[in-house]
């Protein structure tokens, strides 16, 4: 499980960064959308449902109001925990049946 955490630390910083190499805490709808194309290329691979923009957004949205960013000033970003809980949206999405 310690494995699998690091991987996804590593792929959320390697998403914030892009375009911004310093910026390793927050990720904007644009580089979420860009996760997201790669998630629904190995859904296509193996057979699985894709989602559609408008489920990207929706999963941004519900992640942006999810847990601490009540308190938040930065609005319209992901935080790791916010991540976390997009990509368990993800999976309930692809996976239910």
Same mark, same amino acid.
């Given at each position: 499980?310690? +494995?699998?955490? *690091?991987? =996804?630390?590593e792929?959320?910083?390697? !998403?914030? *960064? %892009?375009?911004?190499?310093m910026?390793?805490?927050? =990720? *904007?709808?644009?580089?979420?959308?860009?996760?997201?194309?790669?998630?629904?290329?190995?859904?296509?691979?193996? +057979?699985?449902?894709?989602?559609?923009?408008?489920?990207i957004?929706?999963?941004? *949205?519900?992640?942006?109001? !999810?847990?601490?960013?009540?308190? +938040?000033?930065?609005?319209? %970003? %992901?935080n790791?925990?916010?991540?976390?809980?997009?990509?368990? =949206?993800?999976?309930?999405?692809i !996976?239910? !049946?």
């Amino acid at each position: 499980m310690d +494995q699998l955490h *690091s991987d =996804l630390i590593e792929v959320f910083e390697m !998403y914030c *960064s %892009l375009g911004d190499p310093m910026n390793t805490q927050y =990720l *904007s709808l644009q580089k979420f959308m860009r996760l997201m194309e790669s998630v629904n290329d190995i859904a296509a691979q193996k +057979q699985q449902m894709c989602l559609t923009n408008t489920d990207i957004e929706l999963v941004f *949205s519900k992640a942006t109001n !999810y847990g601490d960013n009540q308190h +938040q000033t930065i609005q319209d %970003l %992901l935080n790791f925990g916010q991540f976390m809980f997009a990509v368990e =949206l993800v999976a309930m999405k692809i !996976y239910a !049946y």
